[in-house]
Nanobody, 131 residues
Framework: QVQLLESGGGSVQAGGSLNLSCVCSGYTSSTSPSRMAWFRQAPGKEREAVAAILTASGSTHYADSLKGRFTIRREKPTKTHVLMQMTMTSLEPEDTAMYYC???????????????????WGQGTQVTVSS
């Protein structure tokens, strides 16, 4: 059974940095993730994609609104697990949200920044940025 374990959230002041981590494990050859991503949802707002990465190539995708402040990366997958991390810098109060790790292996063409590309979701880790 695929499991996602997120860590690294917390509270920081505006301008600070945080590193989020997500370990995906328990997959088989048919459920191993071809892509991983971070989504976030702030209170009263819709969930939005933050960043995504293709696990084989390492190709990355970002929300335009981030203005280069976030960096997503991954270690090359092993047979048992894959680690994805995201460094968030120059954090703003508007970045306050619950951040969710997601993994997927879509059978059809789905853009990496769309939620429909992802099957498995973590429990979320809270990021709070104070002004």
């Amino acid at each position: 059974q695929v499991q996602l374990l997120e860590s690294g959230g917390g509270s920081v002041q505006a301008g600070g940095s945080l590193n989020l981590s997500c370990v995906c494990s328990g997959y088989t050859s048919s459920t191993s993730p071809s892509r991983m991503a971070w989504f976030r949802q702030a209170p009263g707002k819709e969930r939005e994609a933050v960043a995504a990465i293709l696990t084989a190539s390492g190709s990355t995708h970002y929300a335009d609104s981030l203005k280069g402040r976030f960096t997503i990366r991954r270690e090359k997958p092993t047979k048992t697990h894959v680690l994805m991390q995201m460094t968030m810098t120059s954090l703003e109060p508007e970045d306050t949200a619950m951040y969710y790790c997601a993994t997927g292996r879509p059978r059809t063409v789905v853009p990496p920044m769309e939620a429909g590309a992802y099957t498995y979701w973590g429990q979320g880790t809270q990021v709070t940025v104070s002004s």
